[in-house]
């Protein structure tokens, strides 16, 4: 999954309108994130594995610390208490938590059964729906463009950058989905682990939209009266 993860942060924009975008996707991808550097350290392992599902070439040999449902629920309640300490937003350091706990969520659906339950778990998880590209591709660019077009619902660009800002984002991401789907497979696990740092770009980049879009107007509201007052974050 990974259109899907950044459908999740736009979509809870619209539940929790005084979280920046930043953080949202900082906290849908957390486990992500974290992955490539876990990886690195040699703490957890990837294979570069062609025709191990019909949508990616990678084999995910153990991810427990990233990837086990026990881990994830522990990272949700950490990136959740982070941010109820920084910003004091009830309603944002619940949508946080649950957009940590949805990666696994959704990467259940899509991974073959190899989501531990927890580090150390001889059972893993997942319903394996990257063995389908349709069905790969209905789930994820469904769930993209329904994410999508509730963050519009939710804000509109305060300048040109807020436009432009976005669009980039969503170009980047359809672009790099694609290479993903047909491009040749990564030379070896260290291309896998080091491409996927990538994604730390794209928090900053979420703040960058964040602070160039307004909040749209809630219903009875005043046009032009924002919906959230403060500092998003
Ligand atoms: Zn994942």
């Known amino acids: ?12 924009k619209r539940a929790s ?10 906290a ?29 070439p ?22 959740a208490s982070l941010y109820w300490m920084v910003s004091r937003n009830r309603t944002g350091t619940l949508t946080v938590w649950l957009a940590v706990l ?22 893993t998880v997942g319903l394996g729906l990257w063995n389908s590209l349709s069905g790969t591709l209905a789930l994820e660019v469904g769930i993209f463009i329904i ?23 969503l170009v980047f991401l359809i672009v790099t989905y694609v290479i993903n789907i047909l491009g040749p497979p990564p030379p070896d696990y260290k291309a896998v682990a080091y491409s996927a740092l990538l994604w730390w770009l794209l928090v900053p980049w979420g703040y960058w939209v964040d602070r160039n879009r307004h909040l749209k107007v809630g219903s009875g ?3 032009g009266k924002l919906k959230f007052k403060g500092k998003r974050l």
């Open 147 to 169: 994410g999508v077009i509730l963050y519009l619902r939710a804000t509109r660009p305060a300048n040109r950058t807020g436009t432009y800002s976005f669009i980039a984002l």
């Open 102 to 123: 949805s990666h696994w969520v959704l990467d259940f659906f899509t991974h073959a059964p190899d989501l531990p339950l927890y580090p150390g778990s001889e059972k």
């Open 58 to 79: 990678l084999r995910f040999v153990q991810y427990p610390f990233t990837h086990s449902l026990l881990s994830v629920l522990i990272w949700a309640c950490l990136f």
């Open 221 to 223: 509201q005043r046009p």
């Open 17 to 26: 309108p005084g979280t920046s975008l930043g953080t949202l996707i900082f």
């Open 1 to 12: 999954m990974y259109l899907g993860h950044y459908a999740i942060a736009f979509a809870a």
């Open 28 to 56: 849908s991808q957390f486990i992500d994130i974290l992955w490539p550097l876990f990886v690195l350290l040699g703490l957890e392992k990837v294979a570069v594995d062609p025709g191990n599902t019909v949508v990616t």
